[in-house]
């Protein structure tokens, strides 16, 4: 336990100094700390729960804390919020927490957490209660989000879906897997992974019912025999359906996903032209390539929202950046970096990649829009005004639909909801070139 909260509390530092997300400062912490696997696991669980509760806990510390957390020690931060969730939030036994204590006094010195000892005694026998100063708060601080992001979910979606929208996201999502023909057969070795069940509809992919399961069978992900891909994302290639010999451009494409699978679907014959403009992401595009054994892949260094590219593709994914709001379940971290001018300067990004790109596209041939949004902003308002500019685009249907119809009266699109679908929040729209 001693070590699993060490890295925790680096981790937890690390977030709030440079607005790294969870896994990055997770694996900072454990490569300066040194972990096991059972340690580095109880401290990720940690640090997503410590992070997906944050604004409930700092409401909770700051009537249980007499300073400001900006002005406590990044490290004794860190502790005072982790013992906050493990207190007032999962309720662990005092004798556990009394453990706890322990742990961080010798992990922090006991004089560093000195000054902080009655506040910790406060924290340990004192239950607050959340005290909001209206309706909007209240429901930032229960659905642990945002307060214009709660405003802004339950205005578009109504206040009772909104509700279960912003509820969904105080819990993990499971996670998926696809086999990977390119270096294993079309089935599961369901010897390995015993508690997964394919998903119905769609063959070679399978919904694990345990986080252990992968963990033990990190041998097959490290061959490249199966992917960890969300469902949302695998129908959204899917969807775009390349075939053997055809010529892919797959934008904003790091760190590999889609081309990967977009490979495996063409059984490695055609070419694909992957975009990104991030280095250190095209680094793991290639490890990716490498993994699965994708032959047919080109990277290309670019910035998306200027191509310039001397090729008529039969299929162009655009899955540009995005607020990540539909992720906010899987990667918590990711709602506190969100603001509304962030999500307004995004929205103008993701219509200049669209029309950037859309140039590349054969006539005949499809376009495939997709993000990890669930805002209308980032998804049926750039289409609406994508269409309205380039009228030989039109909407098209898709094939598989497992998802649930768009907004404003774009029903060909699909949407994907965390409390519906059990997957990531997502979006596919998928455009015919006349």
């Not at 709030?16 to 400062?25: H, K, N």
């Not at 006991?110 to 910790?120: G, S």
């Not at 200049?352 to 495939?368: D, K, M």
């Amino acid at each position: 336990m001693k070590n699993s909260l060490a890295v925790a509390i680096e981790a937890l530092s690390w977030m709030a100094y440079e607005g790294v997300g969870e896994r990055t400062a997770l694996f900072r912490a454990s490569g300066q700390l040194g972990a096991t696997h059972d340690e580095l696991r109880q401290a990720h669980r940690i640090i997503m729960e410590t992070t997906r509760f944050r604004n409930r806990i700092e409401h909770l510390t700051s009537a249980l804390v007499p300073d400001s957390l900006e002005h406590i020690p990044h490290g004794v931060q860190s502790f005072l919020m982790i013992l906050v969730y493990l207190s007032q939030i999962d309720q662990l036994e005092a004798r556990k927490l009394q453990r706890v204590v322990s742990l961080g006094r010798q992990i922090l010195g006991w004089r560093e957490l000195h000054p902080y000892e009655e506040a910790i005694g406060r924290i340990l026998t004192k239950q607050n209660s959340i005290r909001p100063q209206d309706e909007t708060e209240r429901v930032a601080l229960e659905t642990c989000h945002p307060m214009w992001f709660a405003r802004r979910v339950m205005s578009v979606f109504g206040r009772g879906l909104g509700l279960q929208i912003l509820k969904r996201n105080l819990t993990n999502v499971p996670l998926y897997v696809r086999v990977n023909p390119l270096k294993s057969s079309s089935h599961l070795d369901q010897q390995k992974f015993r508690d997964a069940v394919e998903v119905v509809g769609i063959q070679g992919v399978w919904r694990l019912g345990h986080l252990k399961t992968l963990s033990q069978q990190q041998s097959a992900v490290a061959a490249g025999e199966v992917v960890i891909q969300d469902l949302s994302a695998i129908v959204a290639d899917l969807v775009a359906c390349p075939v053997a010999g055809n010529t892919v451009l797959d934008v904003c494409s790091a760190p590999g996903n889609k081309t990967s699978h977009c490979a495996a679907l063409m059984g490695n014959e055609g070419r694909i032209l992957s975009v990104d403009l991030s280095s250190e992401r095209m680094l793991q595009w290639n490890r990716e390539m490498t993994r699965t054994g994708c032959l047919i892949a080109e990277a290309v260094m670019a910035d998306a929202r200027r191509l310039e590219l001397n090729v008529e593709a039969d299929v162009v994914i655009v899955d540009p950046p995005c607020s990540n709001s539909g992720v906010f379940a899987k990667n918590p971290s990711m709602k506190w970096r969100i603001t509304p001018s962030r999500l307004n300067s995004l929205a103008i990004r993701q219509f200049t990649i669209l029309q950037s790109s859309a140039r590349y596209v054969r006539r005949g041939s499809n376009l495939i829009y997709c993000t990890c949004s669930i805002l209308p902003e980032e998804n049926e308002d750039v289409l609406i005004d994508f269409l309205r500019r380039n009228p030989d685009f039109h909407m098209t249907r898709q094939q598989p639909f497992l998802g649930s119809p768009g907004l404003k009266g774009l029903d060909l699109c699909q949407r994907f909801y965390t409390h519906l679908h059990d997957c990531n929040g997502y979006f596919i729209a998928k455009l015919h070139r006349d």
